[in-house]
């Protein structure tokens, strides 16, 4: 990235890898085809001096930015580890301020890291609505919290066909594949938290399946799902962890309408189910969550969660309704 300040071209560049030893440096020239001259106290930003336990890794890729009051603030890219060096929530966006000295800049003077709690900016104050905690799917279209895995190539979800459900079909797409299944998902978020859903779903055959998903890729990920063996039902947690799937629970079930919940406190996730709202019926606790972390899967993104159905292989049914 490269900024003209005060007639100056300052270029900006992450290095030394995107893990912990990720770090920010600057160089400037008069012109924007150099020489440009490296800052002497480079990096400017980093943390790999803190270590693997500092609850804040991975610093880099940023960009800056002057306010209309004059201060100087740089938006940056980070992690959270939290279980061990463990990021289930990906790089997220952090914001910290600095000053300029000599014609550089210097990140938080006396300090010179980013801490969890941070001065905001001198700004007018903007009031944001703020997000419902549930989503009862009665908009004509989803809210921008909500993802894909991948481009969708056709419908396979409706918010119309029932007012005030999320109605997703039958497809033959799995997410244990590189493809575009029935999911709708959002982003964990936090370290702890709860994800609630009530769906009304009834498997006819035993590849038909629905539920909730937590997905880190296609690899890596777990299903909570609704089952159908035989002529028996079942809710059933499975993980697989390097494409390798094992059943970590599964207890005998029957109801047409089924709460799902899936908590975690830390890297601890536990999951219950129940025909009623007040129901909580153990399925699975303190499972050990790590699969959902990149150091683990690999990559960048955090994990997701969300709705999910399947017909494994078959041909598709109309729908599911969640």
């Avoid at 990906?90 to 910290?96: D, I, K, N, P, Q």
């Avoid at 799902?225 to 390097?242: D, M």
């Avoid at 606790?285 to 969300?306: K, N, P, W, Y």
């Avoid at 292989?313 to 309704?321: A, D, I, T, V, W």
Wanted: aromatic share 10%.
């Amino acid at each position: 990235m490269i900024k003209k300040i005060n007639g100056l071209y300052y270029l900006m560049i992450s290095e030394g890898g995107t893990g912990p030893d990720h770090a920010l440096s600057i160089a400037r020239s008069e012109s924007i085809t150099g020489p440009f001259v490296g800052n002497p106290r480079n990096p400017v930003l980093t943390h790999r001096h803190l270590g693997n336990d500092y609850p804040i890794v991975n610093m880099g890729h940023a960009d800056i930015v002057e306010t209309q009051n004059g201060e100087w603030w740089m938006v940056l890219l980070a992690s959270r580890p939290y279980g061990g060096y463990y990021r289930n929530l990906g790089r997220e966006t952090l914001l910290v301020s600095f000053t300029w000295e000599d014609g550089w800049l210097v990140v938080k003077p006396g300090i010179g890291i980013v801490e969890l709690v941070e001065v905001r900016p001198d700004l007018p104050e903007q009031r944001w609505l703020t997000q419902a905690a549930c989503d009862h799917f009665d908009s004509e279209k989803l809210g921008m919290q909500w993802l894909f895995a991948r481009t969708p190539r056709e419908d396979f979800f409706s918010l119309d066909a029932r007012k005030g459900h999320l109605r997703l079909k039958l497809r033959r797409e799995t997410i244990t594949e590189d493809v575009n299944p029935s999911l709708v998902c959002k982003r964990q978020q936090h370290i702890d938290f709860a994800a609630r859903t009530v769906m009304e779903f009834t498997p006819q055959t035993e590849n038909e399946t629905a539920g909730m998903a937590l997905l880190q890729s296609s690899k890596f990920n777990f299903r909570f799902e609704y089952v159908k063996t035989g002529e028996s039902y079942f809710v059933q947690l499975t993980k697989c962890t390097n494409g390798k799937e094992e059943v970590l629970a599964r207890n005998a079930f029957s109801a047409d309408t089924l709460y799902l919940t899936v908590t975690a406190h830390g890297q601890d996730y536990s999951f219950y189910y129940g025909s009623k709202s007040d129901e909580h019926l153990i399925l699975a606790e303190q499972v050990d969550g790590r699969i959902l972390s990149t150091d683990v899967a690999g990559g960048f993104v955090g994990a997701c969660l969300g709705l999910y159905a399947s017909s494994n292989g078959m041909e598709k049914r109309q729908c599911s309704r969640l």
